[in-house]
């Protein structure tokens, strides 16, 4: 279909605002947080009723325009990547919180509310949405469900996934679904969780109800240097051995502290190869013997120095800078690479004694913020994209690095989704059997495969082409030598 | 044991060749629940032979193991570590087996408070219907590449594929766990069990029966004995007990030979007005209801659905009756689709969750 025949029909029923298509206009949805990739639609699309969203789809559907669903584009896999000839269906409009429910401990709203703003909302109840991504500000509720976003609390309180009760979701053809309930599960096949993660393949979510969770009494952090990163890694293992879950569990390495302290200046241990910030929460009882404890394990670790926070301000003050380290990364280098594997801890410090050899022998900096609890690694390459080559280098240095948390026995993306950008390395990670019923599934709710064409999933073809070979997960070929 | 799996998948391959369905069998111990396998000459695929731990280390909290292991050999194997899965998965049986649990998906009393199985599932291994040996998920806490097969396939009986092996999060077992019991009439008690849910209290096992609430507190002793001074309440000695009885259905009120309803809806809901007995846990999001025959299944699912949930017919002599709550047509349609794709000539346990699957 021409794109102006498109725009009148969806002008048939959509205000004029609500349907972009002059350059200038486009400009803006050209890419999402990973910037490296940019692409205009063909035309940009903002409903605001769910209605809407239906006859945008049947439309598209009929005319077989690709769809590529967009919440606030704060995505680091390209994910809301427009498509050249399609429509970018931006839900940022629908962004109301339908209702709270204090009783049931529960919130209906809309895709494009953003993250924070449910946990302010539920705030007056002494409730609060769990799951809160550092992008918590301006991401969007249906942005995290399709990315089944995760945050520095996640080892304690879970996932999206775990923190969702039902969902509204249009298919390509224009039909609206009811998964999951109002109970704590369904009838037949776990869709809640096939469509958590989905990266905007398999459907629009158009409706969201969270659960929330009552706010704890009281949060304290500890905050532990080390100057061996071994000693940092054994620490993490040592707390957990000794039955503690905490509700956050970060770890930041020098040159990660060291740009963070450059921006939010804290009072961070400089000259610690390795800082832990360990939080219990809970009651003030709880709180108070689980600190103690905490304490007592780095000590018998080995940290050079502890602090615990003395009251909220310098909690919040120890975690600002963890919750910085993009924009820090941002202030000490032109520009930044976040990546993404998820390893078994136990294989810590082996995967950053290889980054740090991929960094010298790239010539570009990398420093590490690490979701310690739960093993995902978020090393940020500092490169500069205006030399010539440097990204070309920087995104091989990533692509090891992915290859390597596989080797590992971990995972090539933890919480950031596959997007664009790790399409290759899923053919790494998965056999071509696997990949068989990625596709299968998508065709279930996509036959014509026109929502999101071209991410999450990499093609047969595509696979052959890059000639990845099948790291067979974790089984290294020579377990006995020395990899890294 | 890879010669196991081979068995396997040649089961499967001839089978489907034949479009012969194959009843997957693990301990034989929840052969109540759920429809019966349709077709006619099922053979049986006994997954017992696939048996054993294949990886644990306690401080990455996660465990992998065979589907053939007993469950009960496995729990052993972490509380030797004093760690627990979570979700307490009922039994059933001492044949029990993991792959049983992770096929039925059932969770106990701790569901309400620390999640279900499938919220502990990070990886399988599995052969499809045409015999194919698949990886999902994996063995770390955070994984989004690819679609979530792993809780697709958990809860599924059976019809989307052999579960082979499975890893699973476990967490440490609570320093310390008491239990209270409060006189109370049933909407005080949906209303409390509500209400507290909502504040920092470690609460983590309702149950509600003959008028009288029961609560576990699990935690460190510091917040257990904070929370049994703000609550109130008789502590009961034989706590433990208590939960294991409501846990693998031996308490009283379960009384065998007659239907078990398992009403599965929304907290706040106050009493259903159904005949028979009623038994509530998971903080009233879920009912059991005991029934004799003067209640039709569409009256209970009826209430359930308004009560935005399902109803299961959990236990019952009668066969007429469809296990599972209807699914609406739409659903239905994406479900047949679904097995379609991993079950091509419908072999694997069809029938046994919906007679179209
Ligand atoms: C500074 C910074 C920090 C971050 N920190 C974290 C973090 O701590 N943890 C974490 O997990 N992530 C983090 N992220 C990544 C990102 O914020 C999350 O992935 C977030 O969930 C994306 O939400 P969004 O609304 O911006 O989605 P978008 O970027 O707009 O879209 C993401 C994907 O979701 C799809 N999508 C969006 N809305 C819908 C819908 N309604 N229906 C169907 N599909 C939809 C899109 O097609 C796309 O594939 C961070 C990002 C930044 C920039
Ligand atoms: C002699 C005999 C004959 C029977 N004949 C029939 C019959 O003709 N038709 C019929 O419907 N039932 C029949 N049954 C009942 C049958 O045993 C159960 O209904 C069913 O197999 C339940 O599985 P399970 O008993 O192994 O229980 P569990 O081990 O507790 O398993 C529960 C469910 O999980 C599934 N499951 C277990 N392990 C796996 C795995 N590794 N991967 C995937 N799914 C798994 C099972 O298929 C079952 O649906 C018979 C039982 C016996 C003892």
Redesign the interface.
């Known amino acids: 279909m021409h794109p102006l025949e498109l725009v009148a029909d969806l002008r048939t029923f959509l205000p004029p605002e609500a349907v972009l298509y002059e350059s200038e206009d486009l400009k803006p949805y050209e890419c999402d947080g990973l910037s490296a990739y940019r692409q205009t639609p063909m035309i940009v699309a903002l409903p605001q009723t769910e209605d809407e969203v239906v006859r945008i789809l049947q439309i598209c559907h009929m005319s077989k325009t690709p769809v590529v669903a967009r919440g606030a584009g704060t995505g680091l896999s390209g994910g809301a990547l427009p498509h050249a000839s399609g429509v970018l269906l931006s839900l940022a409009k629908l962004k109301r919180i339908l209702k709270v429910?204090?009783?049931?401990?529960t919130a209906r709203v809309q895709p494009g509310v953003r993250n924070l703003a449910i946990s302010e909302a539920a705030a007056p109840?002494?409730?609060y949405y769990a799951p809160d991504p550092s992008s918590q500000i301006a991401c969007s509720i249906g942005g995290n469900v399709a990315?089944?976003s995760?945050g520095v609390h996640?080892?304690k309180y879970?996932?999206t996934?775990?923190n969702i009760l039902q969902l509204r979701v249009v298919t390509m053809a224009g039909?609206s679904?009811?998964?999951g309930?109002?109970?704590?599960?369904?009838?037949?096949?776990?869709?809640l969780?096939?469509m958590?993660?989905?990266e905007g393949?398999?459907g629009i979510v158009t409706e969201i109800t969270v659960k929330?969770t009552?706010?704890?009494?009281k949060a304290q952090v500890v905050m532990a240097a080390f100057d061996d990163i071994r000693k940092a890694g054994n620490a993490v293992?040592?707390v957990?051995?000794a039955?503690?879950?905490p509700a956050g569990m970060e770890m930041m390495d020098k040159i990660a502290t060291r740009a963070v302290e450059e921006y939010v200046h804290v009072g961070y241990n400089l000259e610690a190869a390795a800082i832990l910030l360990c939080e219990a929460d809970?009651?003030a009882?709880?709180v108070?013997?689980?600190i103690r404890r905490i304490d007592e394990i780095m000590r018998q670790s080995g940290a050079i120095e502890i602090r615990t926070s003395r009251d909220e301000t310098e909690r919040l003050r120890f975690w600002a800078g963890r919750k910085a380290a993009f924009p820090a990364a941002g202030r000490v280098s032109p520009d930044y690479y976040c990546m993404d594997g998820?390893?078994?801890?136990?294989n810590l410090a082996r995967v950053l004694g290889g980054i740090e050899r991929l960094s010298t022998e790239y010539g570009l900096r990398c420093m590490n913020v690490f979701?310690a609890?739960?093993?995902?690694l978020h090393p940020l390459i500092l490169y500069d994209a205006n030399q010539p080559g440097e990204p070309e280098k920087t995104e091989e240095f990533g692509a090891k690095i992915l290859e390597m948390c596989i080797e590992a026995?971990?995972?090539?993306?933890?919480?950031?989704?596959?997007g664009i950008e790790?399409i290759n390395q899923?053919c790494s990670?998965?056999?071509s059997?696997?990949l068989k019923?990625?596709h299968?599934?998508?065709?279930?709710?996509d036959p014509e495969g026109l929502l999101n064409p071209g991410k999450?999933?990499p093609t047969l073809r595509r696979c052959a082409e890059h000639g990845a070979m099948h790291v067979h997960?974790g089984e290294e070929k020579f377990p006995g030598l020395p990899r890294f | 044991m890879q010669n196991i799996i081979d068995q396997f998948a040649d089961t499967i391959r001839t089978a489907a060749e034949r479009k012969a369905p194959l009843r997957i069998c693990g301990g034989g111990s929840k052969e109540f629940y759920g429809n019966r396998i349709v077709g006619q000459s099922i053979d049986m695929l006994d997954v017992t032979a696939y048996s054993g731990i294949v990886d644990y280390?306690?401080?990455?909290?996660?465990i992998t193991a065979r589907t053939g292991t007993r469950l009960a050999d496995l729990e052993a194997e972490l509380y030797g570590q004093?760690q627990i899965l979570a979700f307490e998965p009922p039994h059933f049986g001492a044949t029990t087996t993991l792959g049983g649990c992770v096929a039925t998906?059932l969770s106990g009393p701790r569901?309400?408070s620390v999640?279900?199985v499938?919220?502990f599932v990070l990886g399988v291994r599995m052969l499809?219907g045409r015999g194919?040996?698949?990886?999902?998920g994996?063995?770390?806490?955070?994984?989004?590449?690819?679609?979530?097969?792993s809780?697709?396939v958990?809860?599924?009986m059976g019809t989307?594929g052999l579960l082979l092996e499975v890893s699973l999060k476990v967490?440490?077992?609570p320093?310390m766990e008491m239990t209270l019991s409060l006189q109370m009439k049933e909407a005080e008690a949906i209303e409390k069990m509500?209400?507290w849910?909502?504040?920092?209290?470690?609460i983590s096992a309702t149950c509600f029966c003959n008028d009288a609430l029961t609560l576990r507190l699990s935690?460190?002793?510091?917040?257990v004995?904070?929370?049994h001074a703000k609550l109130g309440g008789e502590k009961v000695a034989e706590g433990t007990a208590f939960w294991q009885s409501v846990r693998e259905q031996t308490h009283i009120f379960f009384q065998p030979g007659k239907s078990l309803w398992r009403l599965?809806?929304?907290?706040?809901t106050p009493p259903l007005s159904l005949p028979g007995q009623q038994l509530i846990e998971?903080g009233a999001?879920?009912r059991w209801l005991i029934s004799d025959a003067e209640v039709t299944a569409e009256t209970v699912r009826a209430v359930a659905a308004t009560?935005?949930?399902?109803a299961?017919l959990f236990r019952s002599g009668e066969s007429s009756v469809a296990a599972?709550?209807?699914?609406?047509p739409?659903?239905m349609a994406?479900?047949r689709?679904?097995k379609e794709?991993?079950d091509p000539m419908g072999i694997l346990n069809p029938g046994r969750?919906?007679p179209e699957l």
């Open positions: 429910d204090p009783i049931a401990r109840y002494g409730l990315e089944n995760g996640c080892l879970g996932l996934v775990h039909e679904l009811e998964i309930g109002a109970g704590l599960d369904a009838p037949g096949y776990d869709l969780a096939l958590t993660g989905s393949m398999l929330l009552p706010s704890a009494e293992a040592n957990i051995g039955g503690i879950i809970g009651t009882e709880e108070a013997d689980e998820t390893i078994p801890r136990k979701h609890g739960d093993g995902n026995g971990g995972t090539i993306t933890g919480e950031h989704g596959v790790k899923m990670q998965f056999s059997r696997e019923i990625f299968a599934v998508k065709a279930v709710f999450a999933v997960r | 280390e306690p401080t990455e909290l996660v004093r998906g569901r309400a999640g279900a499938r919220d499809d194919d040996d698949l990886h999902f994996g063995q770390v806490m955070k994984n989004v590449a690819g679609y979530d097969i809780r697709l958990t809860g599924s989307l967490l440490p077992l320093p509500n209400l849910a909502g504040k920092p209290l470690p935690g460190t002793e510091a917040a004995r904070a929370a599965s809806i929304k907290s706040t998971w999001a879920l009560a935005g949930g399902h299961t599972f709550h209807p699914l609406a739409e659903m994406i479900h689709c679904l794709k991993f969750m919906y």
